[in-house]
């Protein structure tokens, strides 16, 4: 039996990786002589971290994958706990980057190391926290969990589509349906954000 809910984490794993990239490329670029393109795609790439895994993502890995994977895993233990701290603050510094990137835009040039050096050090966080998670975790969710346990785990995670997967697998042609409320939302990221999330 496939176990669609390991693909499903997989692919909203790479979008997101391909999302933190593109961020971490355009922040580097800087404003340039088009500040507000810069900034409005920066928000955009900010809320829908903030919208999809900070909301969607992290709350099923947290509620339904690992406590499943602690009681067939028990040596897992130690890195749940740390993963679930890590989804427990990853809202909170989201939001601080918001605030950061709009300290940056209003109130100039003084403010933009902050926002960047807060930016590096969450990319590379959420890297890690979805290393581990592949590593660790979906490896011992593979191994060990059952036939019962699977249909569950499939039936929550595909009851939603994270529409930055959807976008990725829709430039193939085999877009999943998605909620049609983000398509401006990532038709204002692709066009702007670079390479590998976008076009600009």
């Known amino acids: 039996m496939r176990f669609e809910t390991l693909r499903i984490i997989r692919d909203e794993h790479t979008a997101l990786s391909a999302m933190l990239q593109s961020l971490l490329s355009l922040m580097r670029q800087g404003p340039g002589d088009a500040p507000e393109r810069f900034f409005d795609v920066l928000r955009a ?10 909301k969607q993502h992290h709350p099923k890995e947290s509620d339904l994958l690992f406590p499943r994977v602690a009681r067939v895993a028990p040596h897992t233990m130690e890195i749940i706990a740390r993963l679930e701290r890590e989804h427990m603050q990853g809202e909170g510094t989201v939001r601080e980057l918001q ?6 835009e209003l109130l100039g040039e003084g403010r933009r190391k ?3 050096d807060e930016a590096e050090r969450y990319v590379s966080f959420y890297l890690e926290h979805m290393r581990l998670e592949e590593t660790v975790i979906l490896p011992e969710a593979e191994a060990h969990l059952d036939e019962a ?13 994270d529409p930055l ?6 430039q193939s042609g085999q877009a999943p349906a998605h909620d049609p409320a983000f ?3 990532f ?3 692709v066009m702007r954000a670079p390479a590998p999330i976008g076009l600009g």
Not at 45 to 54: G, K, R
Not at 99 to 104: E, G, S, V, Y
Request: charged residues 25%.
């Open 114 to 116: 902050a926002f960047v």
């Open 187 to 189: 038709t204002r990221i």
């Open 45 to 54: 790439m900010l809320f829908y971290i903030d919208e999809f895994p900070e």
């Open 149 to 161: 346990d699977r249909r569950e785990l499939d039936a929550a995670f595909s009851g939603h589509v």
């Open 183 to 185: 398509d401006r939302l």
């Open 165 to 170: 997967v959807a976008l990725h697998q829709g």
């Open 99 to 104: 605030h950061r990137l709009q300290a940056w």
